[in-house]
């Protein structure tokens, strides 16, 4: 840990140093450098400022991104850059990488090892199970597995989150300002929840076993491809010299 912070530390200050192409390609090299230097968008972008050296995040408002799909990561960064996911901070670490620094990255926190899983300490609301009977409210337990692991492509783990980040997720959601879903399908099925609803939920899934990295790479496959086709923002920014 305290080489991979020195190494960490090196590049954060090494990135605030000369912008040409020759200086800035040592940064985009391989996930972990992007990660810990920002890669072309320097220091002040750097992922492991709040996501952690283990990608574990605050465990409060910033998610854990270690052992994630790559292919959900790296469709979040290209919904970053492209605006689809708003998000200030995480607009301008996104937009200076191009679509092989973000694929990079994603496959480096994908493979960062998570905490081994307990067992529910709670079992999950009723509303996760079941949705809401009489009412357009679907179970989230058909997307998102009984205990919060995924159900297939497009269908991420959200277990093991924090619940303050969950519940703001969720919120967005509902409200419209979040909006990178295929076919509006969470807007439309998070539309009908209260917000007591929404907090048992939240608070459930942090207690939640997470759930190991898909032995399928079907998913990273399936997101991969649908982020690659936004020429748009996978281009990234680019400083001069590039």
Known sequence: MRALLSSG??????????????????FTADGQVIAMSGGE?????????CHGLDGMGDGVSVPRLAGLDAGYLQKQLEDYAGRLRDDPAMYEAARWLD????????????????????????????????????????????CHDAQGQGVGP??????????????DQLRRWKTGGRRNDPRSVMSDAVAGLTETEMRAIAAWLETAPIAPPPASDAATASASAAAAARPEASRGVRRPGR
């Open 41 to 49: 968008g320097g220091a002040s972008n750097a992922c492991f400022s």
């Open 154 to 167: 497009g269908n991420p783990a959200v277990a093991g989150q924090p619940a303050a980040y969950t519940l």
């Open 9 to 26: 530390l090196i590049l954060f200050a090494a990135a605030c140093s000369g912008t040409d192409s020759r200086s800035t390609a040592g």
């Open 99 to 142: 679509d092989d620094d973000r694929r990079a990255v994603a496959a480096w926190y994908a493979a960062l090892p998570v905490p081994p899983g307990a067992a529910a300490t709670a079992p999950p609301p009723p509303v996760w199970l079941s949705g809401r009977p009489g009412a357009v409210v679907p179970a989230c337990a058909v």
